[in-house]
T-cell receptor
Framework: DAKTTQPPSMDCAEGRAANLPCNHSTISGNEYVYWYRQIHSQGPQYIIHGLKNNETNEMASLIITEDRKSSTLILPHATLRDTAVYYCIVRVPLLSSNYKLTFGKGTLLTVNP | DTEVTQTPKHLVMGMTNKKSLKCEQHMGHRAMYWYKQKAKKPPELMFVYSYEKLSINESVPSRFSPECPNSSLLNLHLHALQPEDSALYLC????????????????FGAGSRLTVL
C-alpha cells in the first residue's frame, strides 16, 4: 500500500469548513483513497473513499487531485462532535481474502467553539 | 443491524488469569478482524478471519488466541498476559467481496479496554 503523509494536528472553528490534507505521492493507478476517523476512545468510523473522481456523501467530500498524488477531506460545517483523529489510507481492493487495512498516524482535528 | 458489538467494555485481569473478549456482528460480513490500540497510537492489525478461517496472523504472541466459532462471532482468548498488553482491543468486520472497493470498508466495534495488572 502507498505511504501517506498527514499533518499531525489541525484546528477548525465550529461551523466552518475543515479541510484535511493527505499526501500519497507514490499512489498507483488501482489504489483507492479511504478516510476513517476515530473519536476519542471509540472505534474508527469509515467516512468516504474514492479512486480519481471527487466524491460526496452525507458526512464529507473527498477531493482528489488530477495526478492523484494528494487528496483533501472536507467537512463542510464542522461541529464539536467532529473532533477526532482522521486517518487517510491508500490501498488496492485486494484480490485475495487477506484484507490488511493499515492505519498511519493520522491528523488530530480539534473543532473549537 | 449495522453494528459490531464487543464485550466486555472494560476488563481487568492478572497475569495468571484466563479471560476472553467477544465480538458479534449480524451484517452478514464474512471477514472479521482484531486490532490492538495503545494510547495515542493508531490501531495495529492482529488477526483477520475470512469465512471463519484464520487468514492473517501478524506475528502475534501465542498468549493471544483468536477463535471464530461461526460467521457472526469472533473471540480473543487471553492467557498469561503482560502489563504491556494493556490496550484497547478493537473488533471489526467487512464484506468478503474480493476486488471490490467497498470491501475495504470496515465496521468497527467500540472496543474492549483491557488492563493487565
Amino acid at each position: 500500500d502507498a505511504k501517506t503523509t498527514q499533518p499531525p494536528s489541525m484546528d477548525c472553528a465550529e461551523g466552518r469548513a475543515a479541510n484535511l490534507p493527505c499526501n500519497h505521492s507514490t499512489i498507483s493507478g488501482n489504489e483507492y483513497v479511504y478516510w476513517y476517523r476515530q473519536i476519542h476512545s471509540q472505534g474508527p468510523q469509515y467516512i468516504i473513499h474514492g479512486l480519481k473522481n471527487n466524491e460526496t456523501n452525507e458526512m464529507a467530500s473527498l477531493i482528489i487531485t488530477e495526478d492523484r498524488k494528494s487528496s483533501t477531506l472536507i467537512l463542510p460545517h464542522a461541529t464539536l462532535r467532529d473532533t477526532a483523529v482522521y486517518y487517510c489510507i491508500v490501498r488496492v481492493p485486494l484480490l485475495s481474502s487477506n484484507y490488511k487495512l493499515t492505519f498511519g498516524k493520522g491528523t488530530l482535528l480539534t473543532v473549537n467553539p | 443491524d449495522t453494528e459490531v458489538t464487543q464485550t466486555p467494555k472494560h476488563l481487568v485481569m492478572g497475569m495468571t488469569n484466563k479471560k476472553s473478549l467477544k465480538c458479534e456482528q449480524h451484517m452478514g460480513h464474512r471477514a472479521m478482524y482484531w486490532y490492538k490500540q495503545k494510547a495515542k497510537k493508531p490501531p495495529e492489525l492482529m488477526f483477520v478471519y475470512s469465512y471463519e478461517k484464520l487468514s492473517i496472523n501478524e506475528s502475534v504472541p501465542s498468549r493471544f488466541s483468536p477463535e471464530c466459532p461461526n460467521s457472526s462471532l469472533l473471540n480473543l482468548h487471553l492467557h498469561a498476559l503482560q502489563p504491556e498488553d494493556s490496550a484497547l482491543y478493537l473488533c471489526a468486520s467487512s464484506q468478503e467481496r474480493q476486488g471490490i472497493p467497498g470491501a475495504n470498508v470496515l465496521t468497527f466495534g467500540a472496543g474492549s479496554r483491557l488492563t493487565v495488572l
